[in-house]
């Protein structure tokens, strides 16, 4: 017979792709051309052809992000991250210095918590188990949790770029735990990349990937069926 495994009193979260999905592209785009004081639409500007290139190829820009910054320098400084965003605009198709600054900009404006983000962790709260958020990211993305509702139901929130310490490395799913008073035994993470999230394994944490989505829930309920 095999050992009960310990409950779950614990679960750190990632950010992106996990507890808030990016948005529509296009409307990033749109609300950029807006910011850049820019007449009509982005549509009508490129022509629809060019409009929904540009927007495929900005659904997909934080996993190009890699191949111009593999070790992860963006997800430590503020001015990297910056950085790494104006390499990757440098290649975007129909984009100019002024929109790409405007894209920066905006870039938080369309993230929005998935449809089961919210009632999950209102009952992960409520069971009385603990919540960390834990994300590589080089900018403050507090105001996105504010505006979402998202932080009065989190314990914690780890940001690479504070941590000093990006996933997959061990250290910063120690410091989550540390802030949260769990043992590693005792946690679940839950994210969406088996090369960053999957790193909490090597500290003895259970971990559950929920590959990207597109709809409006991310199978979070997931999460409260482990915890049970």
């Known amino acids: 017979m095999f050992p009960e495994p310990a409950p779950i009193e614990g679960v750190l979260f990632d950010f992106h792709s996990t507890l808030v999905d990016q948005g529509d592209a296009a409307i990033w785009i749109r609300l950029a051309w807006e910011h850049a004081g820019r007449d009509g639409d982005p549509a009508s500007a490129l022509g629809a052809e060019k409009a929904a290139r540009l927007a495929g190829w900005m659904e997909r820009i934080w996993e190009r992000a890699r191949e111009v910054d593999p070790d992860s320098a963006r997800d430590l400084d503020p001015v990297a991250h910056r950085r790494v965003f104006d390499t990757l605009a440098a290649s975007m198709p129909d984009v100019d210095a002024e929109l790409a600054r405007s894209l920066y900009a905006m870039l938080l404006e369309t993230w929005i918590p998935y449809d089961d983000a919210i009632p999950v962790l209102s009952e ?12 590589n990211v080089g900018i403050d993305v507090r105001a996105v949790l504010d505006r979402a509702g998202l932080t009065d139901l ?16 061990v250290a910063i799913f120690a410091r989550a735990l540390e802030l949260i008073d769990v043992q590693p035994e005792r946690a679940l993470m839950v994210g969406d990349s088996w090369r960053d999230d999957g790193g909490a394994v090597e500290l003895g944490i259970r971990t559950l990937l929920l590959p990207r989505t597109s709809g409006p829930a991310h199978g979070l309920d997931l999460v409260l069926r482990l915890v049970d």
Do not use: Q
């Not at 992960?124 to 994300?135: F, P």
């Not at 989190?154 to 490395?169: C, F, I, M, Q």
């Open 124 to 135: 992960l709260h409520a069971r009385g188990v603990k919540t960390a958020l834990v994300s």
């Open 154 to 169: 989190l314990d914690a929130v780890v940001l690479s770029y504070e941590a000093g310490s990006v996933k997959p490395n």
